[in-house]
């Protein structure tokens, strides 16, 4: 499992913070990206929503689109979090590209995330994330799984976006 405290990797254009920080200008728009944007990004977009609501502009793409994991619509279900209406996305599919801030979880969406920055002119922060759906286990043990990414992603986000 990866250290989710790694430090961020610097963006294009000078910019950088440094990853679980509240430091800097709060963005106005922050992009959250996996390899399918069907597990890690969707949930962290999901949390985002949850606790800061319009006050930041958040959407979620993967490298490639792939399904929502139910195990992830569970698990923010049982926080009143509703993510039914998700639908995957890649980058390309994305219709605004004006992020100020691109939080990308695994290593294929970093290096996504550091060549939409070069032309887009969005930072980049570097949150890797294990993915639950590799979990083996009874039912439980794999839904424990999400419920811990769930509860490190909503602590590190309300770290990084304070109310």
Same mark, same amino acid.
């Given at each position: #499992?990866?250290? =989710?405290?790694? +430090?961020?990797?610097? !963006?294009?254009?000078?910019?950088?913070?440094?990853?679980?920080? %509240?430091?800097? =200008?709060?963005? *106005?728009?922050?992009?959250?990206?996996?390899?399918?944007?069907?597990?890690?990004? =969707? #949930?962290?977009?999901?949390?985002?929503? *949850?606790?800061?609501?319009? @006050?930041?502009?958040? /959407? @979620?793409?993967?490298?490639?689109?792939?399904?929502?994991? =139910?195990?992830?619509?569970?698990?923010?279900?049982?926080?009143?979090?509703?993510?039914?209406?998700?639908? +995957?996305?890649?980058?390309?599919?994305?219709?605004?590209?004006?992020?100020?801030?691109?939080?990308?979880?695994?290593?294929?969406? $970093? /290096?996504? %995330? /550091?060549?939409? !920055?070069?032309?887009? *002119?969005? %930072?980049?922060?570097?949150?890797?994330? %294990?993915? +639950? @759906?590799?979990?083996?286990?009874?039912?439980? /043990?794999?839904?424990?799984?999400? $419920? *811990?990414?769930?509860?490190?992603?909503?602590?590190?986000?309300?770290?990084?976006?304070?109310?």
């Amino acid at each position: #499992m990866e250290d =989710p405290d790694v +430090p961020v990797s610097g !963006a294009a254009g000078g910019k950088s913070a440094e990853a679980g920080s %509240a430091a800097g =200008p709060r963005p *106005h728009a922050v992009l959250f990206a996996c390899t399918y944007n069907a597990i890690r990004s =969707p #949930m962290a977009e999901g949390l985002m929503k *949850h606790w800061v609501g319009r @006050s930041i502009y958040v /959407q @979620s793409a993967g490298v490639e689109a792939g399904e929502v994991d =139910p195990m992830v619509v569970e698990v923010l279900r049982e926080i009143g979090v509703d993510l039914t209406r998700h639908a +995957p996305k890649r980058f390309s599919e994305l219709y605004d590209g004006n992020f100020d801030l691109v939080i990308s979880m695994t290593e294929p969406a $970093r /290096q996504m %995330a /550091q060549d939409w !920055a070069r032309t887009h *002119h969005s %930072a980049v922060e570097h949150w890797p994330m %294990a993915d +639950p @759906s590799a979990t083996e286990g009874k039912r439980e /043990q794999r839904l424990d799984a999400f $419920r *811990h990414l769930r509860d490190g992603l909503l602590a590190r986000i309300k770290e990084r976006f304070p109310l």
